[in-house]
């Protein structure tokens, strides 16, 4: 009771009668809070304390703290600053101020107030650790060399600094001469670390035989030490050594110790970057490599989907799907992992699977693209009563929103034409293009529908010409313009933008060839007729 009414009359009395002893308590009040989370409570109760008796240094330091933790720099920065001016011996209430300083973003002068306090206590490291950060992030290599002396002075020599040497050294140019340092290091205190970083550097220099014999030193120190079994691996695979390569390897995929993102990481950028010839020749040792990774983290998602687009881009599709289900099946609650095993049956053309996964994952997920690919399959499938039961729902679920309604109403008019319903088809279509007058889709398939069925071909030329105006390199677009010039009796205005279809895809379309081949006997150019009726031939059926 006695803290609670003390606060109490702090808080009701002028700040001027609080005595030293009322301020000392409450500041241990105010530390409380701060330590248990009540920052809020806290920083009211210490600024209120800073009027109280401005003099005491320790009641701006937690206040710079509790402002710092608001991430209220200017304040901090206030309240730091005056705790220095009390007592600038204090090396807690420097190091705020320096670290403000570079949160602030002005490292100039966090590296000034740091060199400050490297000066004013030199029996302290930490600060020369901090500034020797600062230093080798703003690329001040010189003074980082002057800092690692320092500490060596302080510390003696060590496996962490002769690292950090050798990494400024490589930073500045003169890798050489931190590989000096390595080997003179390592003549004296043999490690797998320095040792691995030596590999590296003769790795890197082409020297394999010497990084070879790094590697190997460093491995009969710490048989286990990973960084030398990916070095000793990759002087194998570059010496197109693949057996000793892939026996090299094996520790590193067995490990259940190595996370499974890291062994995911080194086989997707090994399928990236290997010649696909080598994949193919060494297939039996890559796959097995895959195989212990898989074997190692069975149930991790991130390890299954890398496994799958390994068999996926080595051409074993049907292999790289058995991964991919079971990387969807074992984490339901992953739109990631649904979504990519619903690309994966799209792209292999499993309409069946495709419509059951791409609506239960609809189903649980709301996402509106697996509506899309349901009803893609379903259009594969010639379920077109499913692609109207899709569009439907979206009509009646997303009724203001105008994109969404345009495009359901452009798949439901497909599907009342594919059933043979033209006069719904139409009139979903008018709906349509009352919300976009300019929809492309709808007004390409309604143009086409209309000039198959010979009808309002006046109609159809206006809304054919808006198409290729938004999209003049579409060749379906084009093509359907094309063609209704063509049963006006316009093949000469038709021909060009038959000739424009056949550079954009054109001629991958029975149909557009067919069509061309037509406008073309119609002109008298009967041979060239000839030819793209051969090239129609050549594909397969398209259904108009």
């Not at 800073?50 to 330091?61: H, K």
């Not at 026996?247 to 110790?257: A, G, I, N």
């Not at 679920?397 to 309604?405: F, T």
Request: aromatic share 12%.
């Amino acid at each position: 009771m006695r803290k609670t009414l003390i606060l109490i009359s702090l808080c009701c009395l002028p700040v001027f009668c609080a005595s030293a002893q009322e301020v000392e308590a409450n500041l241990i009040d105010a530390v409380t809070l701060y330590s248990n989370g009540n920052n809020k409570q806290a920083r009211k109760l210490l600024q209120t304390l800073s009027v109280a008796q401005p003099e005491n240094d320790a009641v701006w330091y937690y206040l710079a703290l509790s402002a710092l933790k608001d991430r209220d720099l200017d304040a901090a920065q206030e309240a730091g600053s005056k705790a220095v001016a009390i007592d600038s011996a204090n090396y807690w209430y420097r190091r705020m101020q320096a670290r403000l300083r570079v949160l602030q973003n002005l490292p100039e002068e966090g590296i000034a107030l740091y060199e400050g306090m490297v000066k004013d206590f030199p029996d302290n490291d930490g600060a020369l650790y901090e500034v020797l950060d600062l230093y080798l992030k703003n690329q001040k290599y010189e003074k980082a060399l002057k800092a690692l002396d320092e500490i060596e002075k302080l510390r003696g020599l060590s496996e962490e600094v002769v690292r950090t040497r050798y990494d400024v050294y490589t930073a500045m140019g003169h890798q050489d001469e931190g590989a000096a340092l390595l080997e003179k290091f390592n003549e004296q205190y043999s490690v797998p670390s320095v040792l691995s970083m030596l590999g590296d550097y003769y790795l890197a220099d082409f020297k394999d035989s010497l990084a070879l014999v790094r590697y190997g030193e460093a491995l009969e120190l710490d048989s286990a030490y990973m960084p030398a079994v990916l070095g000793k691996s990759e002087v194998y695979r570059r010496g197109r050594r693949y057996k000793e390569y892939f026996q090299t390897l094996e520790p590193f995929f067995h490990s259940e110790d190595i996370p499974a993102s890291t062994k995911s990481m080194y086989i997707g950028n090994l399928t990236r970057s290997l010649d696909p010839k080598i994949l193919q020749i060494h297939r039996s040792g890559f796959d097995s490599l895959a195989v212990m990774a898989g074997a190692a983290h069975p149930t991790d998602s991130t390890m299954l989907s890398t496994i799958g687009s390994y068999y996926y881009s080595t051409g074993r599709t049907e292999e790289a799907g058995k991964w991919f289900r079971k990387c969807a099946d074992l984490y339901p609650e992953s739109l990631s992992q649904t979504a990519t095993y619903v690309q994966y049956l799209q792209l292999q053309k499993q309409w069946e699977p495709l419509k059951e996964r791409a609506l239960d994952a609809f189903k649980r997920f709301g996402e509106l693209a697996f509506l899309d690919y349901a009803s893609l399959a379903c259009y594969e499938l010639k379920d077109f009563d499913g692609i109207i039961r899709n569009s439907e729902y979206v009509l009646s679920a997303y009724p203001k929103d105008k994109e969404l309604r345009v495009n359901a109403l452009s798949q439901l008019g497909d599907a009342y034409h594919s059933k043979g319903d033209a006069k719904n088809a139409y009139k979903t279509y008018e709906k349509a293009l009352k919300l976009n007058p300019d929809y492309a889709p709808v007004l390409n398939n309604y143009a086409y529908y209309l000039s198959v069925e010979g009808k309002k071909l006046k109609k159809a030329y206006n809304m054919s010409k808006k198409t290729v105006e938004q999209e003049p390199d579409n060749a379906t677009y084009l093509d359907t313009f094309a063609w209704i010039l063509h049963l006006m009796g316009k093949d000469l205005e038709a021909k060009p933008f038959f000739k424009h279809a056949m550079l954009y895809g054109g001629k991958d379309s029975a149909v557009i060839l067919q069509h061309y081949a037509t406008v073309l006997e119609a002109l008298g150019e009967t041979e060239n007729a000839k030819v793209y009726r051969k090239q129609a031939a050549r594909l397969e059926p398209e259904d108009e």
